[in-house]
């Protein structure tokens, strides 16, 4: 592969710069290179606290073709571990499920505890010898995952090396500190799911910006218009946009739902929509929020996981069903009036004459900031 791709241009302030060539949304070998340093070099999301609701609860996740395991142990801690027993390399958990005792190999029944640790390993010395003098039970554990839950987001850092999580996101903990609060998911309604055939950078690039707003959300733009909104952009860090006319959803009787505690006024009229690098995406208003794990699952295949949650439960408020109904169907119409969008550039992305693209300084700046942290850490990939 080429490693001198034209990234200065892209490394460029805002007003000059190009965006990412067309190799890094097109290109297997780029898409494997993007893998180990963007996705699996800083904190990626990979599902959510909410699916392993229980002690004892596991899922299984493929992580761009790394089998891993969720879990949520005794304590009520979840950890992530590779899926994969010490020792032969069998899959050990092929589907959700509860684990009642410890997670058992299905080829030679070596078993580990919820915190990873080997507990058993049948015959390894022999018939009816459980232990051998050369297999060090305390070295084979499961290989744990650098993990950390964030607004029920389960992040992983797969080469172990970026700096921790509240280190490396401490201007968007300090931003949001005010929704430090529980929050709860919405039910089974209040899950969304989206396969769609583009590259899962650029479900990052237009969620950033709402430049789009007008001509894409027209139901949305009759009242967030664009003049409502302001770009966010911590170059290095994050980005995003955020309106100052969010609007709260009622129902026929007038009833909204509750506002999550203590929130100063800022967030009586506003709402932020921000892209945690590289491939989470969240948006918090006063009565609500939601969490979208992008899944990169080839050059051209993303799949969104998209989770809402709120200030209550939904087991102790049955009669906010309607209203949260009504707000997942409000989410759903927008963000599938992105689909033709992301899958329009994936498409426009074969021109072999297409430069990456310009940027408008007014309005691309969070686009821009995004596409200069890609191009800064592959560059870092590359020179290591």
């Known amino acids: 592969m080429n490693t001198h791709s034209p990234l200065s241009s892209v490394l460029a302030p805002v007003n000059t710069a190009n965006g990412l060539p067309n190799e890094h949304y097109v290109d297997p070998r780029v898409f494997d290179e993007e893998k180990k340093s963007v996705l699996f070099a800083n904190w990626s999301g990979i599902g959510f606290g909410k699916d392993i609701p229980e002690p004892g609860d596991a899922k299984p996740v493929d992580f761009l073709g790394m089998p891993l395991l969720l879990v949520r142990d005794r304590t009520g801690e979840i950890g992530v571990f590779q899926n994969t027993c010490r020792h032969r390399g069998m899959i050990l958990v092929d589907k959700p499920q509860k684990i009642r005792g410890a997670i058992r190999c299905p080829y030679h029944s070596w078993c580990y505890g919820l915190n990873g640790a080997l507990r058993t390993t049948p015959h390894v010395g022999g018939p009816g010898q459980n ?40 201007g968007l903990l300090e931003r949001w500190q005010e929704f430090e609060t529980p929050i709860h998911h919405g039910g089974e309604g209040s899950s969304l799911k989206l396969e769609v055939a583009t590259n899962w950078k650029l479900a990052v690039e237009n969620y950033c910006e709402s430049y789009h707003l007008p001509w894409v959300h027209p139901g949305l733009n009759s009242y967030s218009r664009l003049e409502d909104h302001y770009n966010i952009e911590e170059r290095g860090q994050y980005s995003g946009q955020g309106t100052l006319v969010y609007r709260q959803l009622t129902d026929e009787g007038g009833a909204k739902l509750p506002d999550f505690a203590g929130l100063s006024g800022q967030w009586d009229e506003g709402a932020e929509y921000i892209a945690v690098y590289p491939n989470v995406l969240l948006g918090v208003q006063r009565d609500h929020s939601f969490a979208i794990v992008l899944e990169p699952k080839a050059c051209s295949h993303t799949v969104e996981h998209i989770e809402l949650y709120y200030a209550q439960s939904e087991r102790d408020t049955p009669e906010l069903d ?16 992105d689909v033709f969008v992301v899958e329009g550039m994936q498409k426009g992305r074969h021109g072999i004459l297409f430069d990456g693209g310009r940027f408008s300084p007014a309005m691309d700046g969070p686009t821009h900031n995004f596409h200069h942290w890609v191009a800064t850490q592959v560059q870092k990939g590359r020179a290591a």
Do not use: C, Y
């Open 131 to 170: 232990t051998h003098e050369d297999v060090d039970m305390d070295k084979l554990g499961l290989i744990r995952i650098r993990s950390h839950i964030w607004r029920d987001v389960i992040f992983v850092n797969v080469d172990g090396q970026a700096p921790d999580f509240a280190t490396a996101h401490a």
């Open 322 to 337: 309607g209203l949260r109904a009504s707000n997942a169907q409000l989410w759903k119409t927008v963000f599938e009036e």
